[in-house]
C-alpha cells in the first residue's frame, strides 16, 4: 500500500502546480463561488482527523505570518515614531521606549486572537465545504487518489479564501491601527496633544494601517503556496489507512 501510495503523491506534487488558484476579497463573491466540482463522492473524510489537520496548518501559518509581520513593524517603528513626533524625542514621558513596549504588547494580543480563532473558524466552515465526511476512517479500496486529490485541493483553495479573508476582518486593519496608536503613543509632559501631535498620530496611524492591511495578503498568499502541504498531510492521515 506504501509504495502505491508515494507514488501517487509524487504525480500529485506536479499535478498541483497546475491547480487554479481564484482569490476571494469579500465575502459576497465567495458566497458566489460554485462549489458542486469540489464534492468527493468517492471517499469519505473523518471530520475530527480533518478539523485537527486544519486547525495546525492554519495555526502554524498565522504564527508564522505574524511574528514575521510583527518583527519587521517593531524594527521600522522606532525610526517612524522619531520621523512623526520629533518633539518627543527628548521628553523622557513621552519618548520611543514606551511607545514600543505598548506597541509590542498590541500586537502579540492580536497574534494571541488571531491563533485562538483558527479553530473556531475552520470549524465553522467545514460543514460549508461539500466534503462527504464520516466519523469513521476512509476505505481506500478503489479510491481515485488523483481525482479526490485535485478535488480536496480545490475545495481546500475556497477555504483558503475563507480563512484569510475572516482571518482580515478579524484584524480589523482600519479600526486597530487607529486604537493601537492612540493607547500606544505617550502623551508629553503637557498631557494635551498640539496640533503637531495630532497631525503625526494621522500620520503614525496611517502607517500602522499599511502593515496591518499587508498581513491578510500575506495570508493569502501563504495559504496558497503550502496548500500542496496540507493536501499531501489529509490524504495520508485522513483518507488513507495505514
Known amino acids: 500500500m506504501m509504495i502505491p501510495l508515494l507514488c501517487f503523491l509524487a504525480l500529485f506534487s506536479t499535478l498541483s502546480l497546475a491547480l487554479p488558484v481564484q482569490k476571494v476579497f469579500?465575502?459576497?463573491?465567495?458566497?458566489?463561488?460554485?462549489l458542486t466540482p469540489y464534492v468527493i463522492s468517492s471517499s469519505h473524510i473523518n471530520s475530527y482527523m480533518l478539523s485537527n489537520s486544519l486547525t495546525d496548518y492554519y495555526e502554524s501559518i498565522v504564527d508564522q505570518v505574524m511574528e514575521s509581520s510583527m518583527t519587521d513593524i517593531i524594527r521600522s517603528a522606532p525610526h517612524s515614531y522619531k520621523l512623526f513626533y520629533p518633539d518627543h524625542v527628548t521628553d523622557c514621558k513621552a519618548s520611543v521606549c514606551p511607545f514600543m513596549h505598548a506597541l509590542s504588547d498590541h500586537l502579540n494580543l492580536m497574534k494571541s486572537n488571531l491563533v485562538a480563532s483558527v479553530r473556531p473558524l475552520v470549524d465553522a466552515n467545514l460543514p460549508t465545504l461539500p466534503l462527504k465526511m464520516t466519523p469513521a476512517k476512509a476505505n481506500s479500496k478503489n479510491v481515485d487518489f488523483v481525482k479526490v486529490a485535485t478535488q480536496l485541493s480545490e475545495a481546500l483553495n475556497v477555504l483558503n479564501q475563507r480563512m484569510a479573508l475572516h482571518l482580515g476582518l478579524i484584524i480589523n486593519a482600519n479600526e486597530a491601527a487607529d486604537i493601537i496608536i492612540r493607547q500606544?503613543?505617550?502623551?508629553?509632559?503637557?498631557?494635551?496633544p498640539s496640533e503637531n501631535d495630532t497631525k503625526a498620530t494621522k500620520a503614525m496611524t496611517e502607517w500602522l494601517h499599511l502593515w496591518l492591511m499587508e498581513i491578510e495578503g500575506v495570508f493569502y498568499s501563504q495559504f496558497d503556496e503550502r496548500i500542496q502541504d496540507i493536501t499531501q498531510s489529509i490524504l495520508e492521515d485522513v483518507l488513507i489507512e495505514e
Open 26 to 34: 469579500d465575502s459576497a463573491a465567495s458566497d458566489e463561488i460554485d
Open 184 to 192: 500606544s503613543v505617550p502623551l508629553p509632559n503637557s498631557e494635551q
